[in-house]
């Protein structure tokens, strides 16, 4: 048997307006951290992408984000601009620009290291039951992309 809704569902009871509150209220806990260094979440997103897998094209990013390409574009375009990293297309595929990048960029993550922590610091949560939450989160969101 499934659960049937039937009439308005009190705004406390949505997941949505629950997954909605916690994203607001993390962006405001990584905001200052990341003015510090001159980032903007999404601009963050990207470094952490790279310092994942460094030398990803545009539409690896787009991919390993969960955006558009027309949405990394101008992020990256930002970030070359700041020193960050360098676009170069590919010889082989005039279509594919790879990122890579920079000295400079690539020592940003010692000095970002300490937001992850900062932010998981502020949950008051215990490491195992993040854990757990995280993978939920992830769960649903596959689920909600198919």
Same mark, same amino acid.
């Given at each position: 048997?499934?659960?049937?809704?039937?009439? #308005?569902? #009190? +705004?406390?009871?949505?997941?949505?307006? !629950?997954?909605? @509150?916690?994203?607001? !209220?993390?962006? $405001? &806990?990584?905001?200052?951290?990341?003015? =510090?260094?001159?980032?903007?979440?999404?601009?963050?997103?990207?470094?952490?992408?790279?310092?994942?897998?460094?030398?990803?094209?545009?539409?690896?990013?787009?991919?390993?984000? @969960?955006?558009?390409?027309?949405?990394?574009?101008?992020?990256?375009?930002?970030?070359?601009?700041?020193? +960050?990293?360098?676009?170069?297309?590919?010889?082989?595929?005039?279509?594919?620009?790879?990122?890579?990048?920079?000295?400079?960029?690539? @020592?940003? $993550? =010692?000095? %970002?290291?300490?937001?992850?922590?900062?932010?998981?610091?502020?949950?008051?949560? %215990?490491? #195992?039951? &993040?854990?757990?939450?995280?993978?939920?989160?992830?769960?649903? $969101? $596959?689920?909600? !992309?198919?």
């Amino acid at each position: 048997m499934t659960d049937v809704i039937t009439g #308005p569902v #009190p +705004l406390d009871e949505q997941l949505c307006f !629950a997954l909605y @509150g916690a994203s607001m !209220a993390m962006g $405001r &806990v990584y905001k200052p951290l990341l003015d =510090a260094l001159g980032l903007t979440y999404p601009q963050y997103l990207v470094l952490n992408a790279l310092w994942e897998e460094d030398g990803r094209t545009i539409g690896g990013l787009a991919e390993r984000l @969960g955006l558009e390409s027309s949405t990394i574009t101008p992020l990256v375009k930002r970030l070359e601009t700041a020193g +960050l990293m360098t676009r170069e297309r590919n010889p082989e595929d005039e279509r594919q620009v790879r990122v890579t990048l920079t000295e400079r960029g690539d @020592g940003l $993550r =010692a000095e %970002s290291g300490c937001i992850a922590q900062e932010a998981f610091a502020r949950t008051g949560m %215990s490491m #195992p039951d &993040v854990e757990g939450l995280t993978r939920q989160i992830h769960t649903l $969101r $596959r689920a909600l !992309a198919r």
